[in-house]
């Protein structure tokens, strides 16, 4: 039972009577008058519990994408329904009622026997499963005064995907990829190993990609040209493990990384490269691979969506293995974790061996702009404390660095929204020196 | 809002198929029911769920409402309807199975009312706790014949107004009972022969006086203390408040004595004066007298009115809706932590040298001087840079002096200018320094 500001008025008013004859009779009187008032219009009211309610969401949505939640609501009674729905989203979904109350209810209204489709937007603030478990309806008298309340259990879910704000990284990338295949007008030597054809020498072209051989057999002079290797094997390894759950940026280090991965496997799927992709903490959290039927992308944000960051140090022992299931031949193998020396020196340098002797590595990492603002603030002691604390952890980080760059590891080190276009680059240069 | 009407249940399926659904409720051949239990489903569910509830309150209820009704027994000396050791009851019953009707008075008022009433009747009067003022006494004195008054332990106003030949003469003390004695002139005294020795003794000098104290006749100028005495104007004092009481109204001549006192008439007036005989001093006017009446009641309604608001305010649409919270580490925490490490244990030195290895290392990257760079080759290219003295620069650089608090800071906002003014001359002479960076050779 709800009651109104109307409700509350009628009671005031009721105060003139109890003043004018003042007793504890009156009160009684004036109780009982606003106990029948709102009683009848309990029972003129329209039952909330005849309503049936269907939603109407999409499965998923990506993340800073307004999606419509609807709900039908059908009204079996024999009465005009009045009221407000609210939907019980959880605060992350961030729905918004066109009333704008803080609640998200949406004004209801009814004529018996109809169907009204009532719509809300989620602004979804945070990747993952959202939920909602029931709908509450209420439904007010003629009078205005109460209304009945019910909960309807209609539990809806939707699939926040990431975001992947980097793929404005990918046409330039791609652009570049298309430069070293040599289907674009600017044929340069280096743009791979891979014997692609031979073709007339234009002014321009590399005297030392001439092929005399073949230039000896026909008149002109002909050159050969290269693209880069195809079919090479890309392996992501995202870790989700407590590292991940740090915010810089106010992003969690994880989401970086799936940004980071996304345009790796879009660069990389768009150049012939197969993509294997594993979230991994103590054990794979999720696993996706190019080969499989389907749009790339499409499976690794479906498949990233859910995961999450747990308060767990990785397990790195498992990881060659892991490699070594998806691929057998030499691959890239993208290691997207923290620089963080212990962590580093505990879990991934003993097994990093395993890895570089089959694989070329690189190891992609988050670097934190707030550490660097922090060492520029020099003003008092305590600031400047902070300062040669925040200096230490870069010369730390800096040290990690150096000695996974001595075992022939590849380091990006960059701030979150540089992170991904530094991954991608240096995929390219790896691919346009032939190393993968 | 965006709403879409459908008009009627017959032409909802075609509806659903033209709106623009995204497939993730499946429409049913047959339409769904509603997801609640109806009204009265609902109802005798709870019902069903709470009928313990109902049963142990109607238990509660059959416990507790027979005491409830039952008043609060009385429990003053000499109650007329008090059953306790020392009620009256057992009197009252006699009396009332001689025909005689006992009528208890409460208040002066109601105990004049009553006299005036049956002017035959005795008025029984005890007042162990001086309850009723002087004032009252005296209209009770002047309203009431002597010869009706029956005094029961009366105290020193009682008797000065009720019976004023009769003076006190302090408690009898225990010990065997009191026989009625050779001088008792009362027949009823000498009828009763004796009574317990307890209560209060009184002298006059001219009443009919039975059961004297023993010991208390030894003086010439006094009269002998007595338990039971008869005034002149026929008043009767008994100092025995055990003759009427419940557990000893049976002991010794008691029986005789209460009957012999109260049995003249056929009514018996019961006075135990009580609290609504106390006069109360009118003191200063309170807070509620002073108020219109209204403002009693009309506060009340507005606590009414206050809960209604609470309700109206406070209700809330729905249960809360749970939110599964993410972890959150602040990624910047280590560095903090390790500064407050650094302060509290007065670290400067090594603060100091953090600083002094940041700049080192970022000074040899931006001057290009490679990886290994010592310290002097720094030294002099930034010199060289900034066009400062190599010397300054060096000391700039040097940090082995840090002690205190000051010197960090001072240290740190040096090496930090250093840094400034060697990107500052990069970057403003940038083609100047690239050209003398190439000439010198120094390129990786």
């Known amino acids: 039972m709800v009651f109104s500001g109307r409700f509350l008025v009628v009671a005031l008013v009721c105060l003139l009577p109890v003043v004018l004859r003042p007793g504890l009779d009156t009160i009684g009187w ?10 009848v219009d309990l029972a003129l009211a329209a039952s909330p519990r005849s309503l049936v309610l269907e939603r109407e969401l999409p499965a998923s949505s990506r993340l800073d994408e307004p999606v419509a939640n609807a709900v039908l609501v059908s009204n079996r009674d024999r009465r005009r329904l009045r009221g407000s729905l609210r939907d019980a989203w959880q605060p992350s979904a961030g729905q918004v009622s066109p009333s704008d109350r803080p609640d998200a ?8 026997g109809e169907r009204r489709r009532m719509v809300t937007t989620l602004l979804p603030r945070r990747r993952g499963t959202l939920r909602t478990a029931s709908v ?5 008298g003629p009078l205005g005064l109460a209304a009945r309340q019910v909960t309807h259990p209609v539990p809806g879910q939707i699939s926040i995907l990431p975001p992947f704000h980097s793929r404005r990284h990918l046409p330039s990338r791609l652009a570049r990829l298309r430069e070293m295949d040599g289907r674009s007008a600017v044929q340069t030597r280096g743009g791979g190993t891979e014997f692609d054809s031979l073709r007339d020498y234009v002014r321009g072209d590399d005297v030392r990609s001439i092929d005399w051989r073949a230039t000896a057999r026909r008149q002109d002079v002909v050159v050969r040209t290269w693209r880069p290797e195809r079919d090479r094997r890309v392996v992501i390894v995202l870790d989700t493990s407590r590292t991940a759950a740090a915010r810089v940026d106010d992003e969690p280090k994880l989401d970086t990384g799936i940004e980071a991965s996304l345009l790796l496997a879009a660069l990389a799927s768009a150049g012939g490269d197969r993509v294997e992709l594993l979230a991994f903490d103590r054990r794979v959290r999720s696993r996706v691979s190019s080969t499989e039927k389907g749009n790339l992308l499409h499976r690794m944000v479906t498949a990233l969506a859910p995961v999450q960051p747990t308060l767990l140090a990785a397990d790195w022992s498992h990881i060659p293995v892991e490699v070594a299931k998806v691929s057998r031949q030499r691959s890239l193998v993208v290691l997207l974790t923290d620089l963080d020396s212990a962590s580093l020196q505990e879990g991934l340098l003993p097994v990093l061996p395993a890895l570089t002797s089959r694989h070329q590595v690189v190891v992609a990492s988050v670097a934190d702009p707030q550490l660097a603002e922090m060492a520029r603030t020099r003003n008092d002691a305590e600031t400047t404390f902070r300062a040669a604390a925040a200096e230490r952890a870069g010369l730390e980080r800096r040290a990690a660095a150096r000695e996974l760059e001595m075992h022939g590891v590849e380091v990006v080190d960059e701030a979150p929204h540089r992170l991904p276009p530094a991954l991608a680059d240096t995929y390219l240069r790896l691919k346009a020196a032939g190393r993968l | 809002m965006t709403t879409s009407a459908t008009p009627t249940a017959a032409t909802q399926r075609s509806d659903r198929t033209a709106s623009p659904s995204a497939g993730s409720t499946s429409p049913a051949s047959t339409p ?3 997801a609640v239990p ?17 049963v142990l309150a109607a238990l509660l209820l059959l416990v507790a409402l027979p005491s409830m009704l039952r008043q609060n027994p009385d429990t003053r000396q000499l109650s007329p309807s008090s059953p306790a050791p020392n009620g009256g009851q057992a009197v009252v019953r006699v009396l009332q199975a001689q025909g005689i009707t006992v009528h208890p008075a409460e208040s002066l008022e109601e105990a004049l009312a009553l006299a005036d009433e049956h002017p035959q009747a005795p008025v029984l009067f005890h007042d162990a706790a001086d309850h009723l003022p002087e004032t009252g006494l005296d209209r009770l004195a002047e309203e009431v014949a002597p010869e009706r008054r029956v005094l029961v332990e009366p105290g020193f106003q009682a008797l000065g107004a009720l019976a004023p030949a009769v003076s006190q003469a302090g408690q009898v003390p225990d010990g065997d009972p009191l026989a009625s004695g050779e001088g008792c002139g009362l027949p009823m005294g000498r009828e009763a022969q004796s009574i317990e020795a307890s209560g209060r003794a009184y002298r006059s000098a001219e009443a009919q006086a039975c059961f004297p104290v023993p010991g208390t006749d030894s003086g010439s100028t006094t009269d002998p203390a007595h338990a039971v005495l008869e005034t002149a104007d026929g008043t009767v004092v008994i100092g025995q408040v055990g003759v009427f009481a419940n557990e000893s109204a049976d002991a010794e001549g008691h029986p005789v004595l209460a009957l012999w006192s109260l049995g003249r008439s056929s009514d018996v007036v019961w006075y135990l004066p009580g609290l609504a005989d106390v006069a109360i001093e009118p003191g200063p006017p309170t807070m509620d007298q002073l108020l219109p009446d209204w403002v009693r009641p009309a506060g009340i309604w507005l606590i009414l009115c206050l809960a209604v608001l609470m309700l109206w305010r406070g ?15 602040p990624a910047s925490e280590t560095a903090v932590g390790r500064a407050r490490l650094y302060e509290r244990s007065g670290q400067h030195g090594s603060a100091a040298r953090a600083l002094r290895s940041a700049t080192l290392l970022r000074l040899s990257r931006v001057l290009r001087l490679g990886h290994g760079a010592s310290v002097e080759a720094v030294v002099t290219a930034a010199a060289r840079t900034t066009g400062r003295d190599p010397l300054q620069v060096a000391a700039v650089l040097d940090v082995s002096h840090v002690t205190t608090a000051r010197d960090l800071v001072s240290a740190g906002r040096a090496l930090l200018d250093l840094e400034d003014a060697v990107h500052e001359a990069l970057t403003t002479d940038h083609a100047a320094a690239e050209q003398s960076s190439d000439s010198d050779g120094r390129t990786p």
């Open chain 2, 38 to 54: 109806g009204t009265g489903q609902a109802l005798s569910r709870w019902l069903r769920k709470a009928w313990i509830w109902f």
């Open chain 1, 136 to 140: 509450t309806v209420r439904s007010w």
């Open chain 1, 30 to 39: 004036c109780l009982l008058a606003l106990a029948l008032v709102s009683g």
């Open chain 2, 315 to 329: 209700r809330r649409h729905g249960p809360l809706a749970v939110e599964p919270l993410p972890v959150i580490v």
């Open chain 1, 105 to 112: 209810a949406v004004a209801l209204d009814v004529p018996a």
């Open chain 2, 32 to 34: 769904p029911g509603p």
